[in-house]
């Protein structure tokens, strides 16, 4: 009967034991799981970062070349000869001023006010 109690003993501790090595594996593999989706997941947004990298330098480029295209057409445009002169944006081509600095009597050249300060905008086309 001792041995009995004993055997059944040993199976409960030796049960006990694959299902603790059991839960560490679970565990170890969920970690190895997890590490791996973060390693993805860094270089998915490496990846992005040198495509944005990319499409920014694509733009600058495009940028320049309007800019050298136009200050080629007008001169008056340079953004060089506005801060050599320290003249003003705007002084010298009136077509580069801000809409938002604009005047309520002459807003937009429209002759006419379109937003009065602390409103909502208005059409005032109907």
Request: aromatic share 2%; proline share 5%.
């Amino acid at each position: 009967m001792q041995a009995v109690k004993e055997k059944l003993s040993d199976m409960k501790v030796m049960r006990q034991a694959k299902a603790e090595a059991k839960e560490e594996e679970k565990a170890e593999k969920e970690l190895a799981k997890s590490r791996v989706e973060i390693a993805h997941e860094v270089r998915l947004a490496r990846e992005a970062e040198a495509a944005m990298e990319l499409h920014v330098t694509k733009a600058a480029e495009k940028a320049d070349r309007e800019i050298a295209k136009h200050e080629a057409m007008d001169p008056s445009l340079s953004t060089t000869a506005q801060a050599l002169n320290d003249v003003p944006v705007g002084a010298q081509n009136p077509h580069n001023r801000n809409p938002a600095h604009f005047d309520a009597d002459n807003t937009m050249g429209m002759g006419y006010n379109t937003n009065t300060p602390g409103t909502h905008p208005t059409n005032n086309l109907l």
